[in-house]
């Protein structure tokens, strides 16, 4: 079974500019989450989508957007790029079964802004 | 709000010993906990998950102990080698239903050969 794919691995951006980056879920999950990590702040919560709706939204601004697809592979957009925005960009799919929720991670996107 | 304490920040044993990471949570109305592992820059790794009614959870040689009542968490990592050493989080989804995790801020391990 494959596992959490996240594209690209690596991006340079240029302040100002947007970007997308992509997570295509393990085989059978519909929620797809995205967290942000920097050295100082940790691990993030940036939003989740289910069945191609925002179900939770963590408290970043507007400039951080995202989308599920039908086939639930996910994208997440930042636009006007700010240089605090250099990160580690995490997705992690989810199954809830039996009354708990098991997520899994793919390997990150790093995103730096120059 | 729940949040959750991974202490220390860092960790360095020599190679061989047993060793016991920590994590607590304020809000012991919780559904599961999930232990990872981070090298650097890369992905996070599931290790164990525990369920709200599971008390303890094995895999090789780590082991994961769950207290809701004292909203604590361990992992007990025997005869620790120096393939060990990341970054070892703990996190808490909203609801048995729901995704939204909160993390720790993470235990850096160093195991010395």
């Known amino acids: 079974k494959a596992g959490v794919t996240q594209t690209p691995r690596y991006l340079i951006k240029t302040r100002g500019q947007q970007v997308t980056l992509s997570c295509s879920p393990i085989?059978?999950?519909?929620?797809v989450s995205w967290y942000q990590q920097t050295p100082g702040q940790g691990l993030q919560f940036l939003f989740e989508?289910?069945?191609?709706?925002?179900?939770n939204k963590g408290n970043f601004p507007g400039r951080f957007s995202g989308r599920q697809f039908s086939n639930s592979r996910s994208e997440m957009n930042v636009s006007t790029l700010e240089l605090g925005d250099s990160a580690l960009y995490l997705c992690?799919?989810?199954?809830?079964?039996?009354?708990?929720?098991?997520?899994?991670f793919g390997q990150g996107t790093r995103l730096t802004v120059v | 709000k729940q949040e959750v304490t991974q202490i220390p920040a860092a960790l360095s044993v020599p190679e061989g010993e047993n060793l016991v990471l920590n994590c607590s949570f304020t809000?012991?109305?919780?559904?599961?906990l999930q232990w990872f592992r981070q090298d650097p820059g890369k992905g996070l790794t599931s290790l164990l998950l525990?369920?709200?009614?599971?008390r303890e959870q094995t895999s090789g040689r780590l082991n994961a102990s769950l207290d809701k009542s004292s909203g604590r968490s361990t992992l007990y990592i025997a005869a620790s080698q120096p393939g060990d050493s990341a970054t070892y989080l703990c996190?808490?989804?909203?609801?048995?239903?729901?995704?939204?995790?909160?993390f720790g801020k993470g235990i850096t391990l160093s195991v010395r050969p």
């Open positions: 992690a799919s989810s199954i809830s079964t039996g009354g708990y929720t098991e997520a899994f």
């Open positions: 085989s059978g999950h519909r929620s």
């Open positions: 989508y289910f069945s191609e709706t925002q179900r």
């Open positions: 809000d012991s109305a919780i559904y599961n």
């Open positions: 525990i369920q709200s009614s599971q």
């Open positions: 996190a808490v989804p909203l609801t048995g239903a729901n995704s939204k995790l909160t």
